[in-house]
């Protein structure tokens, strides 16, 4: 691989992303506005993984909405490469991966990640090749041509990130991707997603309550707190990868991080 070349083709703020004092109110039931997000400023750095961890009803889908400009702050702001999220229009290269897999079940794994490019004017076999090429980024190339129902959580899971990753998006963002996923399979799902990072360089935001998968993922761990939500805490974790869960070092900063929580 030649970095050399490809730190000179991507100029160094793709990717990068800036929150700047972002506030958000909804309307509850009976009328009233209830504030979800205060005061919210965060600097990703282009390339970077970074964790939001906090308890649930906290704001981190809100934030991560915010974020991927599907949801509008009442206040404050998002740059994204350093221009406003207003102007932005390059949406095709930021990702949004689901909680859910939201695979269309009477498609292929195939036909599903094809999904993802049929907005454009690309050619049909090119739309397939990519669509194959990103199966095999997965390694589930051998599944092409399954429909949903015949593959386990696991492998559902990796053509959600396969349809993710098929604009090859500067920007992944992941909303508890890998929550309904047993210990083990999460646990293969984490090493995938580093190893495609590392090809990639994607900045990838990813929302989690698993104190464990932000420490073995995140290079910064953000830690929310609820009523309104509002950053509690930046960690970095600057331990050496692969990081395994049940070293001492990482189980220390987990401890760490849930007492945050
Ligand atoms: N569209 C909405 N309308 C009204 N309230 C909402 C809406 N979306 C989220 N909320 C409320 O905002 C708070 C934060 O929600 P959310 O961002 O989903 O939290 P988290 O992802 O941390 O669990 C919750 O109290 C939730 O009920
Ligand atoms: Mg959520």
Same mark, same amino acid.
């Given at each position: 691989? %030649?970095?050399?070349?490809?730190?000179?083709?991507?100029?160094?703020?793709?990717?990068?992303?800036?929150?700047?004092?972002?506030? #958000?109110?909804?309307?509850?039931?009976?009328?009233?506005?209830?504030?979800?997000?205060a005061d919210i400023n965060l600097t990703i750095p282009a390339r970077s993984i970074v964790a939001i961890l906090g308890a649930s009803g906290c704001? #981190?889908?809100?934030?991560? %909405?915010?974020?991927?400009?599907?949801?509008?702050?009442?206040?404050?702001?998002?740059?994204?490469?350093?221009? $406003?999220?207003?102007?932005?229009?390059?949406?095709?290269?930021?990702?949004?991966?689901?909680?859910?897999?939201?695979?269309?079940?009477?498609?292929?794994?195939?036909? %599903? !990640? @094809?999904?993802?490019? @049929?907005?454009?004017?690309? &050619?049909?076999?090119?739309?397939?090749?990519?669509?194959r090429e990103a199966l095999r980024l997965v390694g589930l190339e051998a599944f092409a041509d399954a429909f949903p129902y015949q593959l386990s959580?696991?492998?559902?899971?990796?053509?959600?990130?396969?349809?993710?990753? !098929?604009? @090859?998006?500067?920007? &992944? /963002?992941?909303?508890?991707?890998?929550?309904?996923?047993?210990?083990?399979?999460?646990?293969?799902?984490?090493?995938?997603? /580093?190893?495609?990072?590392?090809?990639?360089?994607?900045?990838?935001?990813? !929302?989690?309550? =698993?104190?464990?998968?932000?420490?073995?993922?995140?290079?910064? !761990?953000?830690?929310?707190? $609820?009523?309104?939500?509002?950053?509690? =805490?930046?960690?970095?974790?600057?331990?050496?990868?692969?990081?395994?869960?049940?070293?001492?070092?990482?189980?220390?900063?987990?401890?760490?991080?849930?007492?945050?929580?």
């Open positions: 691989m %030649n970095t050399a070349v490809a730190a000179h083709a991507v100029p160094t703020d793709t990717g990068a992303i800036a929150v700047r004092g972002v506030s #958000k109110w909804f309307k509850s039931t009976d009328g009233s506005s209830l504030q979800v997000l704001g #981190k889908s809100t934030l991560l %909405n915010i974020i991927s400009g599907l949801v509008t702050p009442e206040q404050g702001e998002v740059l994204i490469n350093g221009t $406003p999220s207003r102007q932005f229009n390059d949406w095709r290269s930021v990702s949004y991966m689901f909680q859910e897999d939201r695979l269309l079940p009477w498609r292929t794994a195939l036909h %599903n !990640v @094809e999904f993802a490019l @049929e907005a454009g004017s690309m &050619l049909h076999s090119e739309r397939q090749s990519r669509a959580g696991g492998m559902r899971s990796r053509v959600a990130l396969a349809r993710s990753l !098929v604009l @090859e998006p500067c920007i &992944l /963002l992941m909303d508890e991707p890998f929550s309904r996923l047993d210990a083990m399979t999460r646990a293969q799902m984490h090493e995938e997603l /580093l190893r495609i990072q590392q090809l990639k360089h994607m900045t990838i935001v990813f !929302v989690t309550h =698993d104190v464990e998968e932000a420490v073995v993922l995140a290079d910064t !761990v953000v830690v929310m707190a $609820p009523r309104p939500g509002r950053i509690r =805490d930046q960690v970095p974790i600057a331990l050496a990868r692969p990081r395994d869960a049940t070293e001492a070092a990482t189980a220390q900063l987990a401890h760490q991080l849930k007492s945050l929580i």
